[in-house]
């Protein structure tokens, strides 16, 4: 499916508009809510290794900050644009309200690709940006993280950067200003497999309602890197099978099953599925195509389109990535009766591992790893059946369902608060 057909944002948008008719969305908040806050467009020079200079175009939106900071990853691809950012942002002010998190949403990123670039490089640029985006972000008004083609490592250069351009007495206060750094750096145990984590525990809560055994059951994965790869090895302790596995250099079959912990292992060195001994080569046809119970799209957005919803044979989607299903292929997928849980629910697990990173950091303190486990299993549990609960009282898709959830705790906060004359 191409990305350049597929409008991110009027698709947000759509849902937006049809989960206000749901809750009766004050029309005033809708309307607030239809547009980012803030959009900066930032151009930066960075020096290569070769001496030449190039300019960088990076992107920073700011969606709402009605419950808290802005919140929200920085993305390195090739493909970002302004109206994916824009849609991103939005889609992360639900999650955070859908979560009960004191933040709003934010994302951004820069157009380029960070393979084609050396570690050296790939510092300089994103130290360049961070000062770019200058007081635009920080601890209590924007916190970034990482998104796709970004690293805790990454995280840590933005750290440092911000922290060493504001006043040094003040500079251990501002550790807070990035999420899902290294954990030696301020970040959290538990954060790298949050994504990851979170996506389980919506198929396990899935499982134990519709009374679904994960033992022996099948799955495929679209996108192996930190969200598929960490979705996968928990769901393999309860006795699923990895089938099917795909990224953006190629398609892998395995009927008997892959090892999930070697084929992580080969993604971390060799950066794609490329290449990996076991398993034979499919096209992305006959990916989509092969039988399975749960399918985990994890790679970029609005890769499950008509062709698509019409070839996957499974019986549930959970959305690791963000928006991979476009509106047209969820009709279709839906009238079929196979069940979608949504981003906005499934890959929350990041936020909200995030924001106890936030916390500790506020609080210097350091919680050990089964404080932040438990924690976020009872989160994504809430959240889930809140979901779950709304969708069937209101008899409305799972999508619905959470996007009016979180609405409502966001029309709750404006009526409260009312707006600034």
Not at 324 to 330: L, S
Request: aromatic letters at 8%; proline letters at 4%; hydrophobic letters at 35%.
């Amino acid at each position: 499916m191409s990305n350049e057909k597929y409008e991110f944002f009027k698709v947000i948008q759509e849902y937006l508009n049809r989960a206000s008719k749901v809750v009766q969305l004050d029309p005033a908040v809708e309307l607030m809510l239809s547009q980012p806050k803030n959009e900066l467009i930032v151009h930066f020079p960075v020096r290569m290794d070769s001496g030449e200079v190039k300019l960088f175009k990076g992107y920073r939106i700011q969606h709402s900050n009605i419950l808290g900071p802005f919140k929200g990853g920085i993305r390195y691809h090739e493909s970002v644009t302004l109206d994916d950012v824009k849609a991103l942002a939005s889609m992360m002010t639900w999650k955070s309200a859908l979560m009960r998190l004191p933040y709003g949403g934010a994302k951004g990123g820069i157009k380029f690709n960070p393979r084609n670039h050396s570690n050296g490089e790939l510092q300089r640029i994103t130290r360049r940006f961070t000062h770019a985006l200058g007081s635009n972000i920080g601890p209590d008004y924007d916190i970034p993280a990482p998104d796709v083609g970004t690293t805790g490592q990454m995280m840590a250069w933005m750290m440092d950067m911000y922290m060493n351009t504001v006043g040094h007495t003040n500079k251990q206060a501002n550790r807070g200003v990035v999420t899902g750094k290294p954990v030696a750096s301020g970040g959290t145990l538990g954060r790298e497999k949050a994504t990851g984590q979170g996506v389980v525990h919506c198929i396990l809560e899935w499982a134990r309602e519709h009374r679904f055994n994960l033992e022996g059951s099948t799955y495929i994965v679209q996108g192996y890197g930190n969200v598929g790869s960490h979705a996968s090895t928990i769901l393999g302790r309860y006795g699923a099978s990895l089938t099917a596995v795909g990224d953006h250099s190629g398609y892998l079959r395995s009927p008997e099953g892959f090892n999930r912990h070697k084929l992580a292992e080969w993604v971390k060195t060799h950066g794609s599925v490329a290449g990996y001994p076991a398993g034979q080569a499919i096209t992305r046809e006959e990916f989509f195509a092969t039988k399975c119970d749960i399918f985990i799209p994890a790679a970029l957005e609005g890769q499950i389109g008509v062709a698509e919803a019409n070839a996957l044979d499974c019986r549930m989607i959970v959305e690791g990535a963000n928006g991979p299903t476009t509106p047209e292929g969820e009709r279709i997928l839906l009238d079929r009766g196979v069940v979608i849980i949504p981003d906005v629910l499934a890959n929350s697990g990041g936020v909200t591992v995030s924001y106890y990173e936030w916390v500790q950091n506020k609080r210097s303190e350091s919680w050990d790893l089964e404080e932040v486990d438990n924690k976020l299993e009872i989160a994504m549990k809430r959240a889930y059946k809140e979901v779950s609960d709304f969708s069937r009282a209101r008899d409305v898709d799972l999508r619905m369902a959470a996007y009016s959830v979180g609405l409502e705790r966001l029309q709750s906060a404006y009526r409260e608060r009312d707006i600034f004359p």
